[in-house]
Protein backbone atom coordinates (compact mmCIF):
# COMPACT_ATOMS: atom_id res chain seq x y z
CA UNK A 1 0.00 0.00 0.00
CA UNK A 2 1.44 3.77 -0.65
CA UNK A 3 2.17 5.04 2.55
CA UNK A 4 3.02 8.52 0.80
CA UNK A 5 0.21 9.74 -1.41
CA UNK A 6 0.90 13.00 -3.34
CA UNK A 7 -2.87 13.43 -5.07
CA UNK A 8 -1.37 16.58 -7.80
CA UNK A 9 0.05 15.43 -10.50
CA UNK A 10 1.14 18.80 -11.72
CA UNK A 11 0.26 22.39 -11.14
CA UNK A 12 0.25 25.81 -12.85
CA UNK A 13 0.85 28.81 -10.48
CA UNK A 14 1.15 32.32 -11.32
CA UNK A 15 4.75 34.22 -10.12
CA UNK A 16 4.41 35.38 -6.71
CA UNK A 17 1.42 33.49 -5.62
CA UNK A 18 2.08 30.79 -2.50
CA UNK A 19 1.21 27.59 -3.52
CA UNK A 20 0.21 24.15 -1.46
CA UNK A 21 1.90 20.73 -2.62
CA UNK A 22 -0.37 18.18 -0.95
CA UNK A 23 0.91 15.27 1.00
CA UNK A 24 -0.91 12.72 3.24
CA UNK A 25 1.17 10.22 4.82
CA UNK A 26 0.07 6.58 6.53
CA UNK A 27 2.51 5.08 9.54
CA UNK A 28 1.32 3.20 12.54
CA UNK A 29 5.19 4.02 13.95
CA UNK A 30 5.05 7.05 16.62
CA UNK A 31 8.60 7.84 15.51
CA UNK A 32 8.90 9.01 11.75
CA UNK A 33 10.44 11.91 9.82
CA UNK A 34 8.26 14.07 7.18
CA UNK A 35 10.92 15.52 3.97
CA UNK A 36 9.86 17.30 0.88
CA UNK A 37 12.62 17.40 -1.46
CA UNK A 38 12.90 19.37 -4.76
CA UNK A 39 14.06 17.90 -8.43
CA UNK A 40 14.79 20.22 -11.03
CA UNK A 41 15.10 18.73 -14.86
CA UNK A 42 18.80 18.68 -13.74
CA UNK A 43 18.24 15.98 -11.65
CA UNK A 44 19.67 16.47 -8.28
CA UNK A 45 17.55 15.82 -5.23
CA UNK A 46 17.22 19.25 -2.90
CA UNK A 47 16.56 18.61 0.58
CA UNK A 48 13.83 21.78 1.47
CA UNK A 49 12.31 21.08 4.67
CA UNK A 50 11.97 18.31 7.46
CA UNK A 51 9.18 17.60 10.12
CA UNK A 52 9.76 15.07 13.07
CA UNK A 53 6.64 13.64 14.12
CA UNK A 54 7.09 14.71 17.77
CA UNK A 55 7.60 18.41 16.72
CA UNK A 56 5.31 20.36 18.26
CA UNK A 57 5.52 23.64 15.79
CA UNK A 58 5.42 23.22 12.10
CA UNK A 59 8.50 23.73 10.59
CA UNK A 60 9.77 26.59 8.50
CA UNK A 61 12.85 27.50 6.32
CA UNK A 62 12.70 30.39 4.43
CA UNK A 63 9.89 30.95 2.23
CA UNK A 64 8.91 27.01 2.66
CA UNK A 65 6.92 25.91 5.53
CA UNK A 66 5.02 22.70 6.41
CA UNK A 67 1.59 22.87 7.11
CA UNK A 68 1.73 19.43 9.54
CA UNK A 69 -1.53 18.09 10.41
CA UNK A 70 -0.63 15.06 12.67
CA UNK A 71 -3.95 13.37 12.98
CA UNK A 72 -5.07 13.95 9.76
CA UNK A 73 -2.01 12.43 8.95
CA UNK A 74 -0.99 15.44 6.44
CA UNK A 75 2.20 17.25 5.94
CA UNK A 76 1.83 20.16 2.91
CA UNK A 77 4.60 22.03 1.83
CA UNK A 78 3.60 26.25 1.34
CA UNK A 79 5.75 27.90 -0.86
CA UNK A 80 5.23 31.95 -0.25
CA UNK A 81 5.56 33.65 -3.00
CA UNK A 82 6.28 31.54 -5.67
CA UNK A 83 9.60 32.45 -7.81
CA UNK A 84 9.97 30.80 -11.86
CA UNK A 85 12.92 28.60 -10.06
CA UNK A 86 10.63 27.09 -8.05
CA UNK A 87 9.71 25.18 -11.14
CA UNK A 88 10.67 21.88 -10.44
CA UNK A 89 9.47 18.49 -9.39
CA UNK A 90 8.40 18.25 -6.04
CA UNK A 91 9.19 15.06 -3.46
CA UNK A 92 6.73 14.28 -0.34
CA UNK A 93 8.88 11.92 1.57
CA UNK A 94 8.90 9.83 5.36
CA UNK A 95 11.23 8.17 7.10
CA UNK A 96 10.46 5.07 9.45
CA UNK A 97 13.36 3.53 11.39
CA UNK A 98 11.46 -0.01 12.85
CA UNK A 99 11.75 0.36 16.53
CA UNK A 100 12.66 -3.40 16.53
CA UNK A 101 14.10 -4.47 13.45
CA UNK A 102 16.14 -1.10 12.96
CA UNK A 103 14.85 -1.30 9.36
CA UNK A 104 15.68 2.21 8.09
CA UNK A 105 14.45 3.56 4.70
CA UNK A 106 12.91 6.79 3.38
CA UNK A 107 9.87 6.25 1.37
CA UNK A 108 8.66 9.01 -1.39
CA UNK A 109 5.29 10.27 -3.07
CA UNK A 110 4.68 10.00 -6.94
CA UNK A 111 5.97 13.92 -6.60
CA UNK A 112 3.90 17.19 -8.04
CA UNK A 113 5.49 18.86 -11.00
CA UNK A 114 5.59 22.33 -10.00
CA UNK A 115 4.85 25.16 -13.28
CA UNK A 116 5.41 28.64 -12.06
CA UNK A 117 4.48 31.06 -14.82
CA UNK A 118 5.55 34.24 -15.59
CA UNK B 1 29.97 22.19 3.60
CA UNK B 2 30.95 19.26 2.43
CA UNK B 3 28.20 17.02 0.51
CA UNK B 4 27.62 13.74 -0.44
CA UNK B 5 29.88 12.37 -3.46
CA UNK B 6 28.96 10.14 -5.90
CA UNK B 7 31.34 9.17 -8.91
CA UNK B 8 30.90 8.62 -11.31
CA UNK B 9 28.28 11.39 -12.46
CA UNK B 10 27.57 9.52 -15.67
CA UNK B 11 28.29 6.58 -17.17
CA UNK B 12 27.15 4.58 -20.50
CA UNK B 13 26.84 0.45 -20.13
CA UNK B 14 25.91 -1.80 -22.42
CA UNK B 15 23.93 -4.70 -21.81
CA UNK B 16 24.86 -7.57 -19.85
CA UNK B 17 28.12 -5.40 -18.73
CA UNK B 18 29.00 -4.86 -14.92
CA UNK B 19 29.11 -1.48 -13.36
CA UNK B 20 30.34 0.09 -10.13
CA UNK B 21 28.82 3.11 -8.47
CA UNK B 22 30.47 4.66 -5.47
CA UNK B 23 29.36 7.06 -2.51
CA UNK B 24 31.22 9.10 -0.26
CA UNK B 25 29.26 9.92 2.35
CA UNK B 26 29.20 13.70 4.32
CA UNK B 27 32.49 13.00 7.00
CA UNK B 28 31.20 11.80 10.53
CA UNK B 29 27.75 10.70 8.47
CA UNK B 30 27.45 6.84 9.38
CA UNK B 31 24.44 5.94 7.71
CA UNK B 32 24.41 5.51 3.64
CA UNK B 33 21.47 5.03 1.48
CA UNK B 34 21.24 3.73 -2.20
CA UNK B 35 17.76 4.73 -3.91
CA UNK B 36 16.69 4.24 -7.95
CA UNK B 37 15.03 6.37 -10.26
CA UNK B 38 13.78 5.53 -13.11
CA UNK B 39 12.76 8.01 -16.03
CA UNK B 40 9.64 10.02 -14.56
CA UNK B 41 8.87 7.58 -11.31
CA UNK B 42 9.90 8.45 -7.69
CA UNK B 43 13.02 6.77 -5.78
CA UNK B 44 13.31 3.83 -4.77
CA UNK B 45 15.08 1.95 -1.95
CA UNK B 46 17.15 -0.49 -2.46
CA UNK B 47 20.15 -0.84 0.39
CA UNK B 48 21.43 1.04 3.57
CA UNK B 49 23.91 0.54 5.59
CA UNK B 50 24.93 1.52 9.38
CA UNK B 51 28.62 1.73 10.57
CA UNK B 52 29.16 -0.75 7.55
CA UNK B 53 26.64 -3.62 8.23
CA UNK B 54 23.50 -3.66 5.85
CA UNK B 55 20.95 -2.19 7.97
CA UNK B 56 17.60 -2.81 5.43
CA UNK B 57 16.75 -3.78 2.00
CA UNK B 58 14.50 -2.29 -0.27
CA UNK B 59 13.73 -4.05 -3.88
CA UNK B 60 17.16 -4.39 -4.89
CA UNK B 61 17.76 -6.69 -7.70
CA UNK B 62 20.21 -9.86 -6.82
CA UNK B 63 22.28 -8.74 -9.63
CA UNK B 64 23.24 -5.96 -7.75
CA UNK B 65 25.28 -5.86 -4.52
CA UNK B 66 26.66 -3.39 -2.04
CA UNK B 67 28.80 -2.53 1.05
CA UNK B 68 29.91 0.29 3.15
CA UNK B 69 33.74 0.45 3.72
CA UNK B 70 35.76 1.20 7.14
CA UNK B 71 35.94 5.03 5.60
CA UNK B 72 32.11 4.45 5.44
CA UNK B 73 32.26 5.27 1.70
CA UNK B 74 29.89 2.84 0.09
CA UNK B 75 30.12 1.15 -3.66
CA UNK B 76 27.01 -0.42 -5.69
CA UNK B 77 27.90 -2.89 -8.02
CA UNK B 78 25.72 -3.97 -10.45
CA UNK B 79 26.50 -6.91 -13.06
CA UNK B 80 24.16 -8.38 -15.89
CA UNK B 81 23.14 -4.68 -16.70
CA UNK B 82 19.78 -4.89 -18.69
CA UNK B 83 17.86 -2.32 -20.36
CA UNK B 84 15.47 -1.43 -17.43
CA UNK B 85 18.41 -0.55 -15.40
CA UNK B 86 18.91 2.28 -16.82
CA UNK B 87 18.15 5.04 -14.07
CA UNK B 88 19.39 7.91 -11.60
CA UNK B 89 21.35 6.41 -8.66
CA UNK B 90 20.81 7.97 -5.53
CA UNK B 91 23.09 7.78 -2.43
CA UNK B 92 22.19 9.41 0.88
CA UNK B 93 23.98 9.28 4.07
CA UNK B 94 22.63 10.70 7.68
CA UNK B 95 24.37 10.45 10.82
CA UNK B 96 22.66 7.97 13.83
CA UNK B 97 20.16 5.53 13.64
CA UNK B 98 18.11 6.48 16.32
CA UNK B 99 17.20 9.90 15.51
CA UNK B 100 15.19 10.87 12.37
CA UNK B 101 17.61 13.34 11.15
CA UNK B 102 17.53 14.75 7.74
CA UNK B 103 19.23 12.56 4.58
CA UNK B 104 20.88 14.33 2.77
CA UNK B 105 21.49 13.04 -1.00
CA UNK B 106 23.92 13.31 -3.32
CA UNK B 107 24.14 14.50 -6.82
CA UNK B 108 23.37 10.97 -8.65
CA UNK B 109 24.48 8.65 -11.05
CA UNK B 110 23.43 8.89 -14.00
CA UNK B 111 23.25 4.87 -15.33
CA UNK B 112 22.67 4.76 -19.31
CA UNK B 113 22.83 1.27 -20.12
CA UNK B 114 22.54 0.61 -24.13
Known amino acids: AQKITQTQPGMFVQEKEAVTLDCTYDTSDPSYGLFWYKQPSSGEMIFLIYQGSYDQQNATEGRYSLNFQKARKSANLVISASQLGDSAMYFCAMREVHPRTGDDKIIFGKGTRLHILP | AAGVIQSPRHLIKEKRETATLKCYPIPRHDTVYWYQQGPGQDPQFLIS???????DKGSIPDRFSAQQFSDYHSELNMSSLELGDSALYFC?????????????FGPGTRLTVL
Open chain 2, 49 to 55: FYEKMQS
Open chain 2, 92 to 104: ASSSGLAGLNTQY
